[in-house]
């Protein structure tokens, strides 16, 4: 999956500087920032009512649209994907790699260590973690 996301960024790169008229992603980018980042919401939305009707095959079709967008912003704010594994890995080696850091700061439990995959998720001490902005 890595390669594909790879793949498509290069080729979000190659196409920014296309003729709008004839590049959906030079268009994109030429309306601004503002622009990109309302369309990865509608997509987002859209994802979220076909998963809500159920709709499997739509959910397909509107998450390529969704990944798109994203990469498009990315593109913009010149993110790469590698930055966004980086964050990944940094994440998993704090809370396991299907939990998500907490919008609000939170104390670490002085309990036994949770474990996800076999492997114990730890702190060194009651630290506040906080959300890298």
């Known amino acids: 999956m890595t390669d594909s996301i790879e793949r498509l960024y290069r080729a979000v790169l190659a196409a920014r500087d296309l003729d ?12 601004g920032t503002a622009k990109m980042a309302k369309k990865l ?20 079709r509107e998450s390529a649209d969704l990944i798109y967008n994203l ?15 980086r964050e990944m890995a940094r994440r998993e080696l704090m809370l396991g790699i299907a939990e998500k850091l907490p919008k609000t700061p939170v104390k670490l439990a002085k309990t036994a260590p949770a474990r ?9 001490d009651s630290r506040v973690i906080r959300k890298r902005h």
């Open 116 to 124: 996800v995959s076999g492997r114990p998720i730890v702190a060194a």
């Open 71 to 85: 990469t498009v912003l990315w593109a913009d704010l010149d993110v790469r994907p590698e930055d966004i594994w």
């Open 20 to 31: 709008p008229s004839r590049s959906r992603t030079a268009k994109l980018m030429q309306q």
């Open 41 to 60: 919401a509608e997509e987002a939305i859209e994802v979220s009512i076909d998963a809500v009707s159920g709709d499997a095959q739509a959910v397909v």
